[in-house]
């Protein structure tokens, strides 16, 4: 089948090169002509897994790029449009660009199309959609609108495209859940799964992918309301945590028994520093102003935004417990991106945590696998130290931050460590080890959730108010050893 996909962000470019995987016709479709250029030279300008591989296999056959909306528009049958819907000043999603592509759309369509919302819009936005596209001068009966919504996780998008948990598509009329419904079928008969050539997944649980069929509206509220329970349980694991952190319990062997429960499930029971990224902050956010406008009090979510926010104002409190004051101390910060996997830094809690430290005088020294270039943007060099790796951020520092979950830093030399910090302080958002081992290696171990794992031979220095863990250091088991 023709598709159009007009935006090529994360959702677009992503959904674009995916399409084509399946063996579809795509354009690609942005208005940055810079952006065009890098994509058609084999350039790839988001950090994603296995994306460099599907656009070096499609780009110039299946797969082309356009600056063009009409051009694309005349030449498919169907037309995704995945542009962005950033928070507005009133904490509404922001749909002028879904419009102004709409008004681009219209007067282009000649003939049968279906034009597709897949980006993330509240309810009743395909009703708003096919009103622009009539007044923009597209005929009554020649289109049809239809929900797709995306459910992609930044860092495994293209595996969550391929391999889904659902695919859900909301269609008012026939011909857009035929047309759709085609679309997909490479991934619904499974014939997708049976080629030797398809991307490898070897843990996906079905043979065919599973199609969710309803109304646009309820569609729409699919994915606002899965993100938003999302978001509930991540808030809901860090409530407990601090509950746990409190009494000396540990949150990682809570959850394991809440998560155990089938009706739970594991997912998304990481207590940490909270949520952030593109989608889960404004989401939420514009789902509990929908609810507003139905006239409903969704309270719920009103408590998931604030125990989102009062976790990044607790990690500070750790800091500033473990070091007293933070003017003049060096601080080394493992992690940019809001999440591992990912080049992403929108509405990052680690940049909003580096910007505290920065604004009470801390000297900052960072460190991520990929989300520096984007991160300097944002904190140029000079405000911060940009490091080369895990142990050059850790040079000489007061404290050791995680706050991000890259596996590498789940993966580090702790005995290295320990010789290049100037003092053993290690602060984790992420909960990437345990109190026990960390103590082991001879850390003060800072987490969330847990008690604070301390060394016996440093006991004295523990700071109050807080569960500890003591842990015998084994170095001073070898020393005693060895005077023996």
Request: proline content about 5%; hydrophobic content about 40%.
């Amino acid at each position: 089948m023709r598709i159009a996909v007009i935006g090529s962000g994360y959702v677009g470019l992503v959904s674009a090169a995916c399409f084509a995987e399946i063996g579809h016709e795509v354009i690609s479709v942005d208005n940055d002509g810079a952006k065009v250029e890098a994509l058609e030279r084999g350039e790839t300008p988001i950090h994603e897994h296995f994306l460099p591989e599907l656009l070096k296999r499609h780009r110039g056959d299946r797969l082309r790029f356009s600056t063009s909306v009409s051009h694309a528009v005349e030449e498919s049958e169907v037309v995704f449009i995945t542009v962005g819907t950033p928070q507005s000043e009133t904490g509404e999603a922001d749909l002028s660009f879904v419009e102004a592509v709409a008004r681009e759309i219209g007067p282009a369509i000649h003939g049968a199309k279906v034009i597709v919302e897949k980006s993330t819009v509240p309810v009743r936005t395909a009703e708003s959609l096919c009103r622009t596209l009539l007044l923009s001068g597209a005929k009554q009966g020649t289109f049809s609108v239809a929900s797709n919504p995306e459910f992609l996780r930044e860092g495994t998008a293209v595996t969550d495209f391929l391999f889904p948990d659902r695919i859900v598509v909301g269609a008012d009329d026939e011909l857009s859940a035929s047309l759709l419904t085609d679309i997909y079928r490479p991934l619904t008969s499974g014939a997708y799964y049976k080629r030797e050539d398809a991307i490898p997944y070897f843990s996906y649980p079905h043979s065919q992918a599973r199609i969710i069929l309803t109304d646009s509206k309820s569609a729409e509220l699919i994915k606002h309301a899965s993100n938003a329970f999302l978001a509930m349980k991540i808030s809901f694991v860090n409530a407990v945590a601090n509950i746990a952190e409190s009494v000396g319990a540990d949150i990682e062997q809570i959850a394991a028994g809440i998560g155990s429960d089938s009706r739970i499930g594991p997912k998304f029971l990481h207590a940490g520093i909270g949520y952030g990224g593109s989608c889960f902050p404004k989401d939420v956010q514009a789902f509990h102003l929908v609810a507003k406008h139905c006239n409903y009090d969704f309270g719920l979510l009103t408590e998931v935004m604030r125990i989102n926010s009062d976790q990044r104002r607790r990690f500070m409190k750790k800091v500033r417990t473990a070091l007293w004051t933070l003017r003049g101390k060096r601080l080394g910060v493992l992690g940019l991106a809001f999440k591992g996997g990912t080049d992403d830094i929108r509405e990052s809690p680690a940049i909003a945590i580096i910007e505290a430290l920065l604004n009470e005088g801390a000297e900052v020294r960072v460190y991520d696998p990929v989300a520096m270039p984007k991160t300097k943007a944002v904190l140029p060099e000079g405000d911060i130290a940009y490091a080369s790796d895990p142990y050059d951020a850790a040079i000489g520092c007061d404290a050791l931050l995680i706050v991000t979950e890259w596996k590498e830093f789940a993966d580090l030399d702790l005995e290295r460590l320990r010789t290049l910090v100037k003092h053993p302080i290690v602060i984790d958002g992420r909960n990437l080890y345990s109190p026990q081992s960390m103590a082991a290696a001879g850390f003060i171990y800072h987490s969330i959730g847990r008690a604070t794992g301390i060394p016996e031979d440093m006991s004295s220095v523990a700071t109050d108010g807080e569960a500890k863990l003591r842990i015998p250091d084994p170095r001073s088991a070898q020393a005693a050893t060895a005077s023996v």
